[in-house]
């Protein structure tokens, strides 16, 4: 197998030419050149006939070892020459590396955002630090975004509530218990939100809920054919209130019972014969 130079790794099958690799500070810059073929207005998809002119743009890029990347990257901008679309001129993009407005390259922004969904915020900050990534809370909590919303319901649709702040503010996460993934996420925890949803995304065979009425009355409502189930967290718990009320009950005769195992046994002498 033959080298594989810094073009193949960083910028494999792009029309992207790497120019030079300079070393600044402990970090690598690499000059490359969109060298592809002229790219399609976004505006109307016409293929670009005339360069208009080319500038530099900053990519921020996976780390090599310990050393952080960036990547000085020279992009054309070219013209539309079709009179009905609005767009006088525009700016190449370069598929598998670059978006519009971006200061990451796609594969960098991958790698953020399945820290972030993973971890979130700090917890991936701190996480980014032993990765050699540039990247703060802020930026990986913007790469979150919402899983789009299906149709139809999942087969077994898992609803609870959670906490946006304690004891004042609620929502509902709505989870496709066999698949393990969220479905969508309502704004609060009452009956009507979960009633409305429900009937538009209908297909729920069981439900798998919490203990909240308002729950009960939603489902019963919306989707009186679904099973209702309780979760494991609320069947445990169901359970342990029962056996923590059962021994406060009985507690007097269990603490008679406890006192008698605790007594020593006394001894029984036997004569031995002569």
């Known amino acids: 197998m033959g080298a594989c130079s810094i073009a193949d790794v960083l910028f494999p099958g792009t029309g992207v030419r790497v120019g030079a690799v300079k070393e600044f500070s402990g970090e690598l810059v690499v000059e490359a050149v969109c060298a592809g073929p002229p790219g399609r207005c976004p505006g109307c998809g016409a293929v670009a006939r005339r360069v208009h002119s080319s ?10 070892g310990q050393s952080q990347v960036v990547v000085r990257l020279r992009a054309r901008r070219f013209f539309c020459d079709r009179k009905s679309c609005p767009r006088l001129t525009f ?21 953020l955002r399945a820290v972030a969904v993973e971890l979130g915020g700090r917890p991936g900050t701190r ?20 899983p789009p ?12 509530d959670f906490a946006l702040r304690r004891r004042t503010r609620y929502a509902t996460v709505l989870i496709d218990v066999e698949a393990s993934r969220v479905v969508d996420v309502l704004p609060d925890r009452t009956a009507e939100t979960l009633a ?4 538009e995304h209908p297909g729920a065979e069981v439900i798998c809920r919490d203990r909240a009425s308002g729950y009960s009355k939603a489902i ?6 679904a099973l209702e189930v309780a979760d494991r967290w609320h069947l445990l718990q169901n359970l342990s209130n029962a056996l923590e009320r059962t021994c ?27």
């Open 55 to 64: 500038y530099h743009r900053w990519l921020a890029e996976r780390p090599l």
């Open 91 to 111: 700016a190449e993009q370069v598929a598998g590396l670059t978006e519009r407005h971006g200061r990451l390259t796609l594969a960098m922004k991958e790698r």
């Open 127 to 146: 996480l980014c630090r032993k990765m050699q990534l540039r990247a703060g809370r802020t930026l990986l909590l913007k790469l979150l975004q919402a």
């Open 149 to 160: 919303v299906p149709d139809r319901a999942p087969r077994v649709l898992g609803v609870d």
């Open 196 to 199: 409305a949803w429900l009937t």
């Open 220 to 225: 019963r409502q919306a989707a009186p054919q």
């Open 248 to 274: 406060h009950q009985h507690r007097s005769c269990l603490r008679k019972h406890a006192e008698r195992e605790a007594k020593p046994s006394t001894p029984v002498l036997r004569a031995v014969p002569q």
